[in-house]
């Protein structure tokens, strides 16, 4: 099973970050190394949290320590998502570049965080610009929303073609692999929410049915599954079948079993014993 170094946030209560993203990735058996970037009492979507953003010399020591104990060399993937500061940001590709100095085999999987199409861009000025310079040419695995593609490239993204050539851009800065969630473009119904993956092998779209209500997270639990099933000898497209799956099965199971007035980040009971399979519903064809 791989090893994974995953490189984000945590909150106490709620399941974002690495909250959402080391138990699915620990349950498929895969052995996690949390390194959490900040911890937050709760995910700030709920109008108030506590807590604070790690300073990047705290990052650089937790690094230091993993590097004297020789561990690198077991590591088969480094995982990033919210960052918090570009300072933040330098000190994760610091622990990339000493992980792939020992062993070169390691994959750097960036789920570049930045915001989303309602809310807007909702990290600090500066994130952008690290993303595009400095993340991601160095990344392997890129997993960005609709919105974050379209950030990271400049253009606005509004149907297949633009999307294509979105696709070509980021491929041209380095990424091999590109997993881009959150799709919905002109010509899709408004009841359905598309997943298009990118790599060597041909570029495949799945379509999921859209659930109703709103949930943090499921970006940063996707991330994590499609690199867990791509190290696992996956192909792109089935890795991604797999990951949207899974996370399609735990947000219907936390919808069903959350009671009227629920708060949306409950975890339902069982929910990640969802079946890691295409659901009925999903359509996976290619995308040309």
Not at 90 to 111: I, Q
Not at 201 to 230: Q, W, Y
Request: net charge neutral.
């Amino acid at each position: 099973m791989p090893t994974i170094l995953t490189m984000q946030s945590h909150v106490v209560y709620g399941h974002v970050g690495n909250a959402a993203a080391v138990f699915p990735l620990q349950r498929l058996g895969a052995e996690v190394w949390p390194l959490n970037l900040l911890q937050f009492s709760n995910h700030p979507g709920y109008g108030g949290f506590a807590g604070e953003v790690f300073a990047p010399a705290h990052i650089a020591a937790l690094i230091a320590g993993l590097e004297a104990r020789d561990l690198f060399a077991r590591c088969d993937a480094v995982l990033s998502g919210y960052l918090g500061t570009s300072a933040l940001g330098e000190a994760v590709l610091d622990g990339v570049h000493r992980v792939k100095a020992v062993n070169p085999r390691a994959l750097y999987a960036c789920d570049p965080v930045m915001g989303d199409a309602a809310p807007g861009v909702y990290v600090t000025p500066d994130l952008p610009d690290f993303f595009r310079q400095r993340a991601v040419p160095r990344a392997d695995i890129l997993t960005p929303n609709l919105f974050e593609l379209g950030l990271l490239v400049g253009q606005t993204i509004t149907d297949e073609a633009s999307l294509r050539a979105a696709l070509h851009a980021c491929h041209a800065m380095g990424p091999r692999i590109i997993l881009v969630t959150s799709v919905l473009l002109e010509d899709m119904p408004g009841d359905a929410l598309d997943l298009i993956v990118s790599a060597p092998e041909g570029c495949l779209r799945l379509s999921t049915p859209k659930l109703v209500g709103a949930v943090n997270g499921a970006g940063d639990m996707i991330a994590a599954l499609f690199l867990h099933h791509i190290l696992m000898g996956e192909g792109a497209g089935q890795a991604m079948a797999r990951a949207a799956a899974s996370v399609f099965g735990i947000i219907r199971h936390t919808a069903n079993a959350r009671p009227a007035g629920a708060c949306h980040h409950r975890r339902a009971r069982g929910a990640c014993e969802a079946k890691p399979s295409v659901h009925a519903g999903c359509f996976l064809r290619n995308f040309h």
